[in-house]
Every structure is written in structure tokens, then in C-alpha cells.
């Protein structure tokens, strides 16, 4: 998920729109470096969260929507599919004014106040320079620049490596248990 991000924050920093002569590749470190400094200044954009098979303590199957930050609070807007009581339902959000609207299916939103709404995901997170993206892309380990290809008609850089668990943590989001949770 967040290694995407990566490599789309990287596309940004390279600063050229033509991939360079076919030789040796920059050092991860720096494009990594640069890529972290311009994702702590990111206030809005589009966001995925995925996961694939049973991930235990993690409450959606995906997520897909938009995050911007309003006058120092966050507002996003998206789907999301989950299991509730049982059953598979893609739900719509929007999270404005410090509360998270949640339509479960039925056509009905339903508020739930965004202090609860964090104990399962806090959106926050994401744009936040200490806890999201910018930290994930400075915290990544063994990094490696593998290749340079275009993104849309960008030119980026590849770069694979380990996201500590402690970074992704924030990340992504959790099934809480004995949650006195109204969804």
C-alpha cells in the first residue's frame, strides 16, 4: 500500500520528465530524503488502503477515498468494505466538522462522534509528518533504488524496501474489541 506512495512521492522529487541515460541509479537515501520532506507538506490527496486474506486486528478489507486537511482538521470522503454483524457491506464515509458519517448500506448515515470513530481508524494520520506518509518514507529500511519508469507521464524512480511495523501501525486500520461502538 504505502510503498506506492513511495515510489508516486519519489516521481515528484526526481524533477525531471525524461528517464536519464541507462547507468546507475541514485541512492535510495536521497530520493527517499526528499520524498519525506515533500510529504510532510501534503494537505490533501487521494488515498487506498488494502488488504488481502485474513489480517488479524484489522477491521476493513479496503478503503478508498480522499483526505484534505480545513483549517487544521481533517475532512475525507470515500467507501469502505467491511464485515459488520456478520455481513460483507461497502460503506460510505465522510469525515467533516470532527464527526464521521457512516452509511453501513442501508442509505442512512449515521454519526458517530471522531474521537470513537479513531479508535478504528483516524484519518489524521495519513497527512500528519510524525505519524504518516512523510514518516513511513523516512523510516524505510533496506532501501534499494530498483529501476526508473514513468508513472502517468511522470519519470520516477522504484525504490523497494521494509516499513518498520511501528510506522504502518497508524496506518492502518484496526478491529477494536469491547468497543461501546454505535455503528
Avoid at 469525515?95 to 481508524?121: C, M, N, W
Wanted: net charge neutral; with cysteine.
Amino acid at each position: 500500500m504505502m510503498l506506492a506512495a513511495v515510489a508516486l512521492v519519489a516521481a515528484a522529487c526526481t524533477g525531471d520528465d525524461e528517464p536519464a541515460p541507462s547507468g546507475s541509479l541514485p541512492e535510495a537515501k536521497g530520493l527517499l530524503d526528499d520524498a519525506a520532506k515533500a510529504a510532510a507538506e501534503i494537505t490533501s490527496t487521494h488515498f487506498v488502503v488494502r488488504t488481502s486474506g485474513n489480517v488479524p486486528g484489522v477491521a476493513f478489507e479496503n478503503i478508498d477515498g480522499d483526505l484534505s486537511l480545513q483549517d487544521k482538521r481533517v475532512a475525507a470522503k470515500g467507501t469502505a468494505t467491511m464485515t459488520l454483524m456478520g455481513n460483507r457491506v461497502e460503506a460510505k464515509f465522510v469525515l467533516a466538522g470532527g464527526t464521521l458519517y457512516l452509511d453501513p448500506g442501508s442509505g442512512q448515515y449515521q454519526e458517530i462522534p471522531e474521537a470513537q470513530a479513531k479508535l478504528v481508524y483516524d484519518f489524521s494520520a495519513v497527512l500528519d509528518p510524525q505519524r504518516g506518509v512523510a514518516k513511513l518514507i523516512g523510516e524505510l529500511a533496506d532501501a534499494k533504488t530498483v529501476k526508473q519508469e514513468k508513472v502517468g507521464e511522470v519519470s520516477a524512480y522504484k525504490i523497494a524496501g521494509t516499513a518498520p511495523k511501528g510506522t504502518t501501525a497508524g496506518l492502518v486500520p484496526r478491529r477494536v474489541r469491547n468497543c461501546r461502538c454505535r455503528w
